[in-house]
């Protein structure tokens, strides 16, 4: 999904002591509109003023269940990430760069590398009109930022314990693991719990994880999180527990990974090093798309590909890492 705002922050409350591993941190979405007035809009919580990373997870946009809105995005570019798409409702679909024709559908992950630079365009099907899904980003480490472009796909069975069932997109929960491969140690996985469930599982301690509410509303280690709402705890324990209060069932996505601690400038669609690599990507996106990202065969919306916006006048674009910007 493109990124159409140029820059965005997140406002959070809380936050968790550098001494407190156990400690959760909320943070609160923000509204973001996906271009016109009519676009799709949705709730941004990575990146935030204090927190730009859950492990490598550097972007979670949170959107639907919506009728009546068509997700139209026109070929744009990404350098320096990787895209995972995931869907609880409707149908994208998807096209690229790199020659891959395929859809996204529910309980179907779809992780999409960039690495040097790679072009796609995402189109809703009118045959399925709601849509309500997730869409991720995850930053690559400076020795894997210039991979080549890639596609994976996988449909994870089911995970069954008592009171809940999960989903391992990416990484291993509780024996399930996922083949999708990444280049930095991480976890991913949609979870529903039972009214009046807690599963408490082993997990990596060596992980941050977040976890971001979908339905309903769930105690993430005694901490009650509203729906939308992403709480995220530090590195250190090796177990995490999950309580739904509700007489309902709840969903959440699960997030993790290895505390990701270098710098990395984000800006529209692309992921940098410095200010003046986005300067020379949105250069080369603007003027000779094909030479980096390639060219995007059949797409049929009006707009061949989008624009990258104007950079900030006479303003330097800093660096992020785990705790916020430089």
């Known amino acids: 999904m493109s990124n159409t705002e140029a820059r965005s922050e997140v406002l959070d409350c809380g936050g968790p002591s550098e001494h407190d591993p156990e400690h959760v941190q909320v943070i609160e979405p923000k509204d973001v509109q996906l271009g016109g007035a009519d676009a799709m809009k949705v709730r941004r ?7 730009s990373f859950v492990g490598a997870w550097c972007f979670v946009d949170h959107y639907g269940p919506e009728r009546g809105i068509c997700m139209d ?6 350098t320096g990430l990787q895209t995972v798409s995931w869907l609880f409702d409707g149908e994208i679909e998807h096209r690229d760069s790199g020659g891959v024709h395929a859809m ?6 779809n992780l999409m590398t960039s690495g040097h630079g790679i072009a796609h365009s995402e189109v809703s099907t009118p045959e399925r009109d709601l849509l309500h899904g997730v869409q991720l980003w995850v930053v690559l480490p400076d020795a894997s930022k210039d991979l080549v472009r890639e596609f994976q ?9 008592d009171g809940a069932r999960a989903r391992v997109l990416i990484g291993t929960l509780d024996g399930a693991a996922s083949p999708v491969h990444t280049e930095t140690p991480l976890l991913g996985a949609e979870v529903v719990l039972e009214p009046g469930a807690t599963w408490e599982m082993a997990v990596n301690p060596g992980f941050e994880h977040g976890v ?3 339905t309903g509303h769930v105690d993430f280690d005694g901490v009650r999180l509203d729906r939308t709402v992403l709480g995220v705890r530090d590195a250190g324990p090796d177990h995490l527990r999950l309580t739904n209060p ?8 699960l997030l993790g990974g290895e505390p990701f601690d270098e710098g990395v400038v984000m800006w529209w669609n692309f992921i940098g090093r410095s200010h003046e690599d986005i300067v020379a990507l949105r250069q080369e996106w603007n003027d000779a798309p094909d030479d980096r990202f390639g060219r995007v065969a059949g797409y049929r919306g009006a707009t061949q590909r989008l624009a990258a916006p104007p950079l900030p006048a006479e303003l330097r674009l800093k660096r992020r890492f785990r705790r916020g910007r430089e």
């Open 73 to 78: 995005v026109p070929p744009h570019p990404h």
């Open 153 to 161: 796909h996988h449909a994870p069975d089911v995970l069954d314990v």
């Open 212 to 214: 971001l509410v979908d």
């Open 104 to 109: 996204v559908r529910p309980g179907e992950v």
């Open 246 to 253: 509700t007489d309902a069932p709840a969903r959440i996505m």
């Open 45 to 51: 919580t990575l990146p935030s003023l204090r927190r």
